[in-house]
């Protein structure tokens, strides 16, 4: 069985930990089991399945978003990351209340999430 390389976090792009968690007892019968976890080591993503194999399908598994969604998402983070520098400036020095922000977010998210339901996604 080949050795499956997982991919980097999502968020920082560390290189994931995995392995066995601790053993637990089922409450209802007392067996014993052990669940299997892949997580980022500086707790930016966690995944927890019933086995190591599962768990490391799952984390990378990683959403597709090509076309309309990445461009969205590319729009949303854009609109982000000119709140960091000064939140009341926007663009070319355009002056906006907390209420413009809020709604400029709102439409963003919305546009957003119509985006990843048509995709398929979340």
Known sequence: MAKEKLKP??????HP??????VE???????????????????HAEIICSS???????????????????????KAVAFIESLTDDPLLMGED??????DVQNHARIELASLRTLMKQEGGE
């Open 17 to 22: 930990v995995h392995g066995l968690m601790k």
């Open 94 to 99: 355009i002056e906006m209340t907390l209420d």
């Open 52 to 74: 190591l194999a599962e768990a490391k399908e799952k984390w990378n598994r990683r959403p597709a978003y090509p076309g309309e969604t990445g461009v969205a998402l590319n």
């Open 25 to 43: 007892y089922c409450q209802l019968h007392g067996e014993p089991f052990q669940r299997a976890r892949v997580n980022c080591p500086h707790g």
């Open 9 to 14: 976090c999502p968020f920082c792009g560390s």
